[in-house]
């Protein structure tokens, strides 16, 4: 899985294949799938040892990262982190947090979102903007904008608390494919009404890839709004 770019260089990321990742787990992780079906077992285990890779990368010893009580992963003091899996694929991303407030990261399986999904998924100015795709073309759409979403989410998630909807973002990709930007349409803890968290953007033939990030919680955005590509 290509992650160059993804986030700028002080973010540590480590990504592998699902079927490649077989290093045990600490104590602490195996409690937290003891129940668990073997996919769900396996896709936790690449997944927390990418963590543990990505926090290695970092500087960092690398450690037991458990799950809260909503499932989030429990970084270690001082670091800001996500994790992300697919059945095939698993990443993790991870930053000290004297640099930054929140990370985000997805990945998905590439293909169309199904279509009793997209409602749920876009907003009405994300709907408006794939209205001159054709059927799949819109529902590849609504994948990506699914994919930046849940970056968003999960950046925001363990800074505030707030269990944000998807249709409490608004996704606006740059022309090029390789960046977003999503606006809050609501308050969430700290972030207010109309905070734009940035992001960056991967599409390949057998994944979508997303990337978001928040730096400082005093600043109203972190640039310009992207380019609405949905129309385009």
Known sequence: ????????????????????????????????????????IAEFRAGRQCAHLALERLGL????????????????????????HTDEFAISAVARSQSYAGVGV??????????????????????AGMRMMSPGQARLQAKTIFSIKESVFKCQF????????F?????????DRTSFEAVLLRDAGPLR?????????RETEDYVLSSAWLRDLNMPCCGRRAQ???AA
Not at 118 to 123: A, K, P, R, T
């Open 158 to 165: 363990p800074l505030t608390g707030v269990w944000l909807e």
């Open 193 to 201: 009404r109309g905070r734009i968290v940035c992001g960056r953007l």
């Open 1 to 40: 899985m290509d992650t160059a770019g993804l986030f700028d260089a002080d973010v540590a990321v480590a990504a592998a294949l699902v079927d490649m990742c077989d290093q045990p787990l600490f104590p602490v992780e195996r409690a937290a799938i003891a129940n668990a079906c073997p996919s769900r």
């Open 61 to 84: 010893t690398a450690t037991a990262i458990a799950a809260s009580s909503a499932r989030a992963p429990c970084w270690p003091a001082g670091v800001v982190g996500s994790i992300s």
């Open 228 to 230: 609405q590509a949905s």
């Open 167 to 175: 249709t409490d973002i608004e996704v606006a990709i740059a022309f």
């Open 106 to 127: 997805d990945v998905e399986a590439a293909g169309e979102l199904d279509a009793s999904l997209v409602d749920l998924i876009c907003g009405p100015v994300e709907r």
